[in-house]
């Protein structure tokens, strides 16, 4: 090496924050710039850079160091953490779940003779089961630090009636002989059968019960039918009131009288929705016609079969409408409105003002903290003090960890208001003039017939697209 200098003369190292990369900056070069690939490695790795050298960058630069003078060049890279798995609970009590889905026919109506074959579940059977959360693959640092990878989160049993969860929350078990229902919220529970063979009508009266429902008949106007689990109706429903934690599933139909009125926790399936109200936590899913009712769901309303038209009324969802035919050629004023979850926002309301009332109580706690520090630096805490001080200890503790769970709650309801990205409607077929599409703060109207395209936000505006 025939320069005197060391390297340091004409070059510094700097590490970036979080040590995953390493830059050079060459400040002057000599006349002649004889120093090696090896030169500059050792040169690093007397800065402690061992990890991840990017050798073709450091040829560059001895090759024509001229470019390099004056800027910051990265010159290692390390390895970033992995991702984690998140955990997730395994259903294990309807393996066959697949075999009882009830079939579409070629009309679009629907075979619900499967349905009621129920998903029964004797006492003491496990019935789902924790799976933990794993850990990504560590990284490394360009210092050869080894950073550890991301961790997954942790899935929670959510527990409902008559269940019982192990010592570690790992397995869940029925508590009674009964039939697995999810309710709201992905709460598992177990709830007895009520079986009516025949219509709901005065015979039997009103009914109201802490489990599952199954009608193998119609339910009758006047009457109303209410359900802990799901509801299962083999014929249909006249202008009646059902309502069940789980899901409703209607197979011959709603004929409503605008007097029908159908809330699920869950899922409401039925072959056609006429002149009724309708609300479910998830999906409304409709094999052949939504006609003048008042429709919303949490997440999406699918009316996609053959015929899978909707026509007059309102229907709302969280995410997203697919239908085969909107409107009709008379123009029938048609509303389809996406991307709108109002329970979230009002949750959204709470939070924040939860979020605030637990500052307010963290800076009391910080404040009165810092005080009994100086006094036990002082030496003067007394033991009355001392018991306060442990109390306020663990007080802000708890605050801490529930202003976290806020704010983690809070970030997710945020993510899904501006996530207009997923509110859609889409029309297979044909959408007709009449129809007024919202998606969350915007209304577009539909002047014309349009074959086979779908509706989505864009850039302040609602854009109507031809389907790929």
């Known amino acids: 090496m025939s320069n005197e200098l060391p ?61 390099f003078i004056q800027t910051k060049t990265v010159v290692a890279v390390g390895d970033l953490p992995g991702d984690g798995i ?53 990284g490394k640092t360009v210092t050869g630090e080894v950073i550890p990878g991301r961790k997954g989160k942790e899935a929670r049993l959510k527990i409902g009636k008559n269940v019982v969860a192990d010592g570690e929350q790992k397995a869940l078990y029925a508590a009674i002989d009964g039939m697995v229902v999810k309710t709201d919220n992905e709460k598992i529970n177990v709830f007895p059968v009520y079986e009516v063979n025949g219509d709901v009508d005065y015979k039997i009266g009103n009914i109201d019960f802490l489990g599952t429902v199954v009608i193998r008949g119609n339910v009758i106007s006047g009457f109303k039918v209410k359900a802990a689990g799901d509801i299962r109706i083999t014929g249909g429903v006249e202008g009646a009131e059902v309502e069940a934690l789980g899901s409703i599933e209607i197979s011959a139909g709603v004929l409503g009288h605008n007097k029908a009125v159908i809330r699920a926790g869950v899922n409401v399936k039925s072959s056609f929705i006429q002149d009724a109200t309708i609300e479910a936590g998830q999906d409304v899913l409709v094999s052949q016609s939504i006609l003048h009712s008042q429709v919303r769901a949490g997440q999406s309303v699918m009316c996609t079969g053959p015929k899978g038209l909707i026509v007059g009324g309102a229907v709302q969802a969280g995410e997203k409408v697919i239908a085969r035919t909107i409107g009709n050629t008379m123009s029938t004023p048609t509303a389809i409105e996406v991307g709108v979850l109002p329970e979230l926002r009002n949750e959204l309301t709470a939070l924040r003002q939860q979020l605030r009332q637990v500052q307010e109580g963290l800076d009391k706690t910080d404040k009165a903290l810092v005080l009994l520090d100086q006094l036990a630096a002082a030496g003067a805490l007394s033991s009355e003090k001392l018991a306060m001080r442990i109390k306020l200890t663990h007080t802000k503790k708890q605050s801490l960890e529930e202003q976290a769970g806020f704010k983690e709650r809070i970030l997710e309801i945020e993510k899904t208001l501006e996530d207009t990205d997923r509110a859609k409607v889409e029309v297979i077929s044909v959408i007709y003039g009449g129809t007024k599409i919202v998606i969350g703060r915007y209304t577009r109207f539909v002047k014309d017939a349009s074959p086979r395209v779908h509706f989505v936000y864009s850039e302040g505006d609602i854009a109507m697209l031809p389907n790929v």
Request: hydrophobic share 35%.
């Open 7 to 67: 390297l340091e003369h004409y070059m510094s190292v700097s590490l970036a924050e979080d040590k995953c990369s390493a830059s050079i900056q060459i400040v002057t070069i000599p006349d002649s710039f004889t120093y090696t690939v090896n030169d500059i490695i050792a040169f690093l790795h007397k800065n402690n850079v061992r990890h991840g050298i990017q050798q073709d960058t450091i040829q560059q630069i001895i090759r024509e160091p001229k470019p």
């Open 86 to 138: 998140d955990g997730e609970i395994r259903n294990l009590y309807d393996r066959d779940a697949h075999m009882k889905k009830p079939t579409e026919l070629e009309d679009g109506t629907v075979d619900f003779k499967e349905v009621t074959r129920l998903t029964n579940v004797r006492k003491g059977q496990l019935i789902a089961e924790r799976l933990p959360a794993k850990d990504g693959a560590p």
